[in-house]
């Protein structure tokens, strides 16, 4: 890198960077296609990480390409206040047609932040609309992750998420985690922890179920470092909401679309949410935008109850821009013709296998998996948190594999289109570089 174009990057203040380091050692990706980003000096890197856990399809898909190319010269933008264009329409009824039943309304956003206080701010609407204005409280759960927006990080549960910012939002609280080290080495969903739901109980008992609007949870935590749910953690979670006239909202921004072989980890698990939130594969990330699904009953409740012409006081400038539409119906119908959930679903236990192969690789502590999702948590240097997964970060990228790291947590989360022997790429990568690591 010479010294002008070091320069040249400094303008770009990169999110969830350590700046100095990466403008010191700056990694930069030029072109992508199918399994593949190039570097700008044309070395290939293996994507593990599907982007952010986003590119579902794999990078480039034709569909999509020509779907936005055509967008851009037909409808550009169109305004969604007061006016709308075709395709939002129909990109809603197929979006629809994914979600559980009876979950068939659905609300554009532009990211999955966005997406999360959007569904907080339905829930607050609908307890209101109904007469129950004084159900405002909203729970989280420690170690979730639901965006960098207030209502997000409020509810979120990562301790510097909340830290820097305060915790704006202030009728929320939070249910346990539900990681055990009883679980360690699971495959799929542990055995141990269905009892952690029950944190809800004890909640209600301490606020009163009078003052709680809604619950909302990733059903398998993605960001944090993929923690499965354990076997009936999710069920009883319904069944306290429901007993307790609560919301239940499931963040799907990462387990949306096929990454736990189904269309939503809702139909996976055979637990359906009041709402779901999702991003990322929803356009293939090839145009920002995100996306709530709300149940009838609360969309009614809304439409019913409102107290002014205009029933939900929200929405962005960009809710169902039309190259995101577009993106969107090109990726809809790639998952579709290529049968990519059902692809996911036949090829998690091979990635299964292969990532738990790495259960005697060095430093290694835990391995949890779920669908095309799977963390390797390494044992802390002494004195040097996450900084023995950093390096195999920045090795891996070396040798042509992109990974994902979050603390001591090597997340894998590749596109669906992935081949065996792209599996055995990466967790042979892995192998050597953990044994090559100090
Ligand atoms: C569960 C969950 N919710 C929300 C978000 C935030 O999405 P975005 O970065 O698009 O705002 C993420 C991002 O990874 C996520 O994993």
Redesign the pocket.
């Known amino acids: 890198m010479n010294a002008s174009l070091q320069n040249d990057l400094s303008a770009f203040w990169i999110p969830f960077t350590a700046n100095r380091s990466f403008k010191a050692d700056p990694r930069l990706l030029a072109r992508a296609k199918d399994m593949h980003f190039e570097t700008p000096d044309g070395r290939k890197v293996l994507d593990g990480t599907a982007g ?2 986003c590119v579902n399809a794999g990078h480039a898909r034709p569909r999509i390409v020509e779907a936005i190319q055509k967008q851009a010269a037909e409808l550009d933008f169109a305004p969604t206040f007061n006016l709308a264009h075709p395709k939002a329409f129909q990109l809603a009824s197929r979006v629809a047609d994914l979600t559980p039943d009876g979950l068939d309304h659905i609300f554009f956003t532009n ?6 206080d959007t569904a907080l701010k339905i829930a607050l609407a609908y307890q209101r609309a109904r007469g129950k204005g004084h159900k405002t409280r909203l729970i989280g759960r420690e170690r ?6 207030f209502g ?1 990080v409020s509810v979120g549960g990562l301790p510097k998420n909340r830290m820097y910012f305060n915790n704006l939002l202030a009728q929320v609280d939070h249910l346990p985690h539900t990681h055990d080290p009883r679980n360690a080495f699971s495959r799929g969903q542990p055995e141990h922890g269905a009892e952690l739901a029950d944190g809800l109980e004890r909640l209600v008992g301490l606020h009163d179920a009078s003052t709680i609007a809604a619950v909302i949870v ?1 059903p398998v ?3 944090t470092g993929v923690l499965p749910p354990p076997k009936g953690y999710l069920e009883r979670l319904r069944a306290l909401c429901t007993r307790h006239d609560i919301l239940l909202i499931f ?5 949306g679309f096929g990454r736990v072989g189904a269309p939503f980890a809702a139909q996976r698990f055979g637990v359906t949410p009041d709402m779901i ?1 999702m ?2 594969g929803i356009t293939n990330a090839a145009v ?1 935008m ?1 996306a709530v699904a709300v149940s009838d009953q609360i969309h009614d409740a809304i439409m019913g109850g409102a107290d002014a012409p205009i029933e939900l006081f929200h929405g962005y400038t960009y809710s169902g821009h039309p190259l995101a539409c577009a993106a969107g119906l090109g990726t809809l119908d790639t998952y579709a013709e290529e049968g990519l959930f059902a692809r996911s679903r036949e090829i998690e236990t091979y990635f299964e296998d292969g990532v738990h192969s790495l259960r005697d690789a060095r430093h290694v502590i835990d391995i949890r998996n779920f669908g095309m999702a799977a963390a390797i948590e390494l044992t802390p240097r002494p004195g040097e948190p996450t900084a023995r997964a950093m390096e195999v970060f920045k090795k891996a990228f070396d040798q042509g594999l992109l990974i994902r790291v979050t603390g001591d947590i090597i997340a894998l989360s590749p596109p669906l289109i992935i081949e065996k022997r792209q599996i055995d790429q990466i967790v042979e990568t892995l192998r050597a570089l953990l044994a090559a690591t100090a």
């Open positions: 952010l856990w990211s999955g932040s966005e997406s999360v979730g992750y639901h965006g960098v927006n997000g990733e935590a993605g960001s963040d799907e921004v990462i387990t939130t991003a990322k920002p995100g």
